[in-house]
């Protein structure tokens, strides 16, 4: 995805005039080409993350359309009263764009692992959360989205899912229907493990990109079926308030993400997925699971 993203936002640099691109040393030689076209569009402000948002802010109220791009522990946990404050209190537009959320950077240690990214942001009022599991997702969304005049929050993978589909900001996707009154939803990435774990089951299949806000109207009619979240990151965090505030049975609602534990292994994404269970067969052990209570 990241090689996507400097496709993407070079082109649209290339076209905007009004977009901004702040690095936070990240990405720095990928956008190489646009720090000698564009000298005075592109800055490398270093890690001084909080001051690089509030750049962004500054921009934002100037007219301008800031892009920030830094690894996720970075750009949300340590400039998130940034974020709060001078973004989205003043109802700024701004596209934060992260890599290496939760653990995709296993090897670095805690220090670079951010799974509590999409939980944290969604406390903050009107900000927009956006998951894309493919590249060409990303893209779409990113086009989309870049100056709808809120502060968004796009999540890059160092993964993708096997296919790319064509999103809508805000809209989910039916990927399988199913009688069995299972509801798997699919978050991101995810989507490749979850058709994996359920290439011969009877499950209903949702799969989302836009985290936040959600598309609930996709669901809303299967209010009394079993709901299967599929996540990227620490568990819960975003569908469960909603659900909650339509009165779902919650007892029916089912959550599989990071644990909120810290990951202190060191190894592959893939050997991290399999020690904490987001791997495809602890997927499918997860859902036979529900499905057999169901």
Known sequence: ?????????????????????????????????????????????GILEQSTISVSAGLSISGLIPIVHTIAPFIVERAL??????????????????????YDYAALGPTHHCPGDVAILNQIPDIEIIVP????????????????????????????????????FGKNITIQEGVSGVVIIAIGTMLKSVLEASADLDVTIIYCTTVK???????????????????????????????????????HVVNIG??????????????????????AISIRARIEKEMSEH
């Not at 190489?32 to 800055?43: H, M, N, Q, T, V």
């Not at 001078?86 to 290496?100: E, F, M, P």
């Open 81 to 102: 009263e940034q974020i709060k404050v001078d973004l989205c209190y003043q109802k700024l537009g701004a596209n934060l764009v992260s890599v290496g959320g939760s």
């Open 133 to 168: 599991g493919h590249a060409d997702e990303l893209d779409q969304l990113f086009n989309q989205n870049y100056n709808n005049k809120f502060t968004t929050y796009f999540r890059l993978s160092e993964s993708n899912n096997n296919e790319a589909y064509k999103v809508k």
């Open 213 to 251: 806000p959600f598309d609930y109207a996709s669901i809303k009619n299967l209010i009394k079926k079993k709901l299967i979240i599929v996540e990227p990151y620490y568990s819960g965090p975003v569908l469960l308030n909603i659900l909650k505030e339509d009165d779902h049975p919650l007892e």
């Open 1 to 45: 995805m990241r090689s996507q993203f400097v496709k993407t936002v070079s082109d649209i640099v290339n076209r905007d005039e009004k977009v901004v691109l702040l690095l936070g040393d990240i990405g720095v030689y990928g956008f190489k080409g646009l720090f000698d076209a564009y000298p005075d569009r592109i800055y490398n402000i």
């Open 258 to 279: 990071v644990p909120n534990n810290f990951i202190n292994k060191y190894g592959k994404k893939e050997e991290i997925d399999k020690m904490i269970g987001l791997d």
